[in-house]
Each structure stands twice: as structure tokens, then as C-alpha cells.
């Protein structure tokens, strides 16, 4: 590991200020995932500006709602507020599949936005890999990519975005906000990944120098009903090959509102709209659930070891929604650790 620089900020505008000044600087949030990166080789900053003690660790109630969630409140912290396990079950239950106990009290929120992509091609520098070094080429394409994407990649990159927070967020229209010298911005997270194209390395809309603030959730009362489902190799403590965020609101059998998101499939949280499409305004039935999955997957692009994923997705979706239309709204608060 080469040498760095330390610095803990007590307020934004100090923060910003060193993000400014330094483009090898990096905010450190719990370090669970920079770093890993940092001890392999990946990363290289030159300056670590610690941002736990900023003033940004609140979860609050919106207008109408919503959840205006700080980006320095801990996965923990997230997946116990009463009000997320209230209003956004599939966040907490998200959010609870991840990683460990020991990492989710580490883990923050704008963290684990910007956590990287586990291609192992990626985390070891001894490899080609076109998000870490531009035009070396994917080795994974020819290679071992069997938990690799089947949506929005490109013949650059097919790596995965590995969070399940940023699955169900995807699913109910967060919006994330940060702030650069030059003042504050917003992105909703349709638009803060970026397609991955011929530019794999680079992931995000943020400016450079962007510290993150916080996570919006606007109003949605169907996200009371709603659950998150993440199919792993093994029961606990690994990554998804396949996830799913949904909720349903069926009145008089029609579908009146409908939010899908899937995890472990696309360079980001895969928002599954052409599903949503298609099921609104329908039957809640499970061959509307099956055509709905047909829709989506229809954009699928395997690779000759990940195809199953297709299989998986479809499964995931008819599953989740016939669960969601046979059960009563009371029943999904919150989650269980794993
Ligand atoms: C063994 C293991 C298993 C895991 N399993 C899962 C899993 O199943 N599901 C899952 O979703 N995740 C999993 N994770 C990933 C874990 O959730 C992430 O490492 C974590 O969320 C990252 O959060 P952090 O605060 O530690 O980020 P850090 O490691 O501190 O930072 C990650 C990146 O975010 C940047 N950053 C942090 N905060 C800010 C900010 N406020 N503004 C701008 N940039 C910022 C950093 O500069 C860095 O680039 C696992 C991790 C490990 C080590
Ligand atoms: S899939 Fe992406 S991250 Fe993995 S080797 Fe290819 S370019 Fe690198």
C-alpha cells in the first residue's frame, strides 16, 4: 500500500473544501469497501478525508411522507429506523441481506452507493480490466463471469453493481443529493450510474469533488407493501446473483401501482420499467406476473455461464408479486438480520 494522508471533517464546507483542493483526495465513509481496494492496489488515493463526524447521520421525515436519509447513517442504523421498516419495508430487508452485523454498523449509506463492482478481474491489479485500466480489455467476457450482467452491458464491461440498498432505493425513486465548492446538486438515481458503453471506468454523474449528502425518498405510499427478495450462493454473507425489489398496490384485482427493481444483473440497480408497464392497469395474475418478467428479460444478453440469471429473474418476479398480492400490508414491516 503506498502512503496517504489522513484528515477527519466536522462540517461540510471543511469537507469540501479538502475535495477541492486535492483531486487524489477520497471520502472515507466506514471503509469496508476503499479500503479492501486501497490493501490490493486498486485505489490509490493520496488523501482520506474522514466524513463519519459530519453532521450528516440523520433519517427525517419529509412532507407527504418521504425520508430525507443522511449519507453517514449506517446500513445498521437504516435497516432499524422504525420509519423505513414502516414506509419502505424493502429497504430495510435490503439493506439486512448485505453483508455481516459487523460490517453494516462500518457501512454507510453514500458508501455503499459508490461501493465498486467485485469482477475479480477488477480487484486484482495484476489483470486486464477496462474500468480500472481504459482499453486493456475484458478478460471476463472470455472468462469467468458467471455472476456477471445480462442487461445494459456493453462488449466493454459486463461487471455488476453488487449493492442491495441501491436495489430497492432504484425501486422507489431515490434521489441523491451532494454538494462541490461550487455548490449543491441533486440526481435521481435513474440517473447518477452511468450506461456503461465504451466508458466502464466511468460509473457515476457525481462531479468530481463531490461530497454526498443524503438520499431522498419521495412519497410512496405502495412502497408500504413491499418486499426484497436476494438469491446467494450460499444463506448468508455473499453477494447476490440475483435480487429483487417490488411492491404492489391491487384494488378491485387491477394493479393500480407496481415498483420493480432488480440487483445483480446490470452495472447498476436495473429499474425493471418495462415490466411495470405492462403489469399497470392489469390483472394481479401470475400470467400477467409472467408476461411482465417476458417484457423486461426480453432486453437480456447472456453470456454462455450466466444465462440462468434469465431464468432466475423470471422466477424472482412471479414469485415476489404473487407473494405481494396475497399478503396483507401489516405483515411486511421491516426484516430479520442474516
Ligand atoms: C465481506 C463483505 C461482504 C459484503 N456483502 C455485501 C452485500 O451482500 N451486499 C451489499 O450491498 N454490500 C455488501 N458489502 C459491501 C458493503 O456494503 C460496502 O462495502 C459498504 O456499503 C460501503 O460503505 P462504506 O461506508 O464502508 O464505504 P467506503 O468503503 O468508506 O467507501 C466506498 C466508496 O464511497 C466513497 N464515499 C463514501 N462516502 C462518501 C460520501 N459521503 N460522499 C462521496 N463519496 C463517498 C468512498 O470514497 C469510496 O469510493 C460487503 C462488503 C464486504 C467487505
Ligand atoms: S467485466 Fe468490467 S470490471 Fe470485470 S474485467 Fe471486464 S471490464 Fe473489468
Known amino acids: 500500500m503506498r502512503e496517504f494522508g489522513y484528515r477527519r471533517v466536522h ?21 469496508t469497501n476503499l479500503v479492501d481496494l486501497m490493501k490490493a492496489g486498486v485505489e490509490r488515493p ?13 433519517i427525517a421525515a419529509t412532507d407527504g411522507g418521504g425520508l430525507r436519509i443522511g449519507a453517514t447513517v449506517t446500513n445498521s442504523d437504516l435497516a432499524a429506523h422504525p420509519e423505513v421498516r414502516r414506509r419502505y419495508p424493502a429497504l430495510a430487508q435490503a439493506v439486512l441481506a448485505g453483508a455481516s452485523g459487523q460490517l453494516r454498523n462500518m457501512a454507510t449509506v453514500g458508501g455503499n452507493l459508490l461501493q465498486r463492482t467485485r469482477c475479480g478481474y477488477f480487484t486484482d491489479p495484476a489483470k ?4 480500472r485500466i481504459p482499453g486493456s480489455g475484458c ?3 472470455e472468462g469467468e463471469h458467471h455472476n456477471h450482467a445480462i442487461l445494459g452491458a456493453s462488449e466493454h464491461c459486463v461487471a455488476v ?17 451532494y454538494e462541490t465548492v461550487d455548490g449543491p446538486g441533486e440526481l435521481p438515481l435513474a440517473e447518477f450510474y452511468l450506461p456503461v458503453g465504451e466508458t466502464p471506468h466511468l460509473e457515476t454523474a457525481l462531479p468530481p469533488g463531490a461530497l454526498i449528502t443524503g438520499v431522498t425518498l419521495p412519497p410512496a405510499p405502495v412502497a408500504a407493501h413491499s418486499r426484497y427478495r436476494k438469491v446467494r450462493e450460499r444463506a448468508s454473507y455473499a453477494f447476490a446473483i440475483g435480487s429483487i425489489a417490488a411492491a404492489l398496490d391491487v384494488r378491485d384485482g387491477v394493479i393500480r ?48 455461464h450466466n444465462g440462468y440469471k434469465v ?11 404473487s407473494e405481494l398480492a396475497e399478503t396483507d400490508p ?8 442474516r
Not at 128 to 131: G, S, V
Not at 330 to 337: D, F, H, Q, V
Open 11 to 31: 462540517d461540510v464546507p471543511g469537507a469540501l473544501a479538502l475535495l477541492g483542493a486535492d483531486p487524489d483526495a477520497r471520502c472515507l465513509g466506514g471503509g
Open 46 to 58: 493520496g488523501l482520506l478525508i474522514d466524513v463519519r463526524e459530519l453532521p450528516l447521520d440523520r
Open 128 to 131: 486486464p480490466c477496462n474500468k
Open 139 to 141: 478478460p471476463a467476457l
Open 161 to 177: 453493481h453488487p449493492s442491495d440498498m441501491g436495489v430497492a432505493l432504484a425501486a422507489f425513486d431515490a434521489v441523491v443529493s
Open 257 to 304: 401501482d407496481v415498483r420493480l427493481a432488480f440487483g445483480a444483473v446490470a452495472s447498476r440497480p436495473w429499474r425493471a420499467r418495462e415490466a411495470e408497464r405492462v403489469l399497470t392497469g392489469g390483472p394481479a395474475s401470475a400470467e400477467a406476473f409472467a408476461a411482465a418478467a417476458d417484457a423486461e428479460l426480453a432486453a437480456a444478453e447472456a453470456l454462455p
Open 311 to 321: 431464468t432466475l429473474m423470471r422466477n424472482l418476479v412471479i414469485a415476489m408479486l
Open 330 to 337: 401489516a405483515e411486511l414491516n421491516g426484516g430479520t438480520a
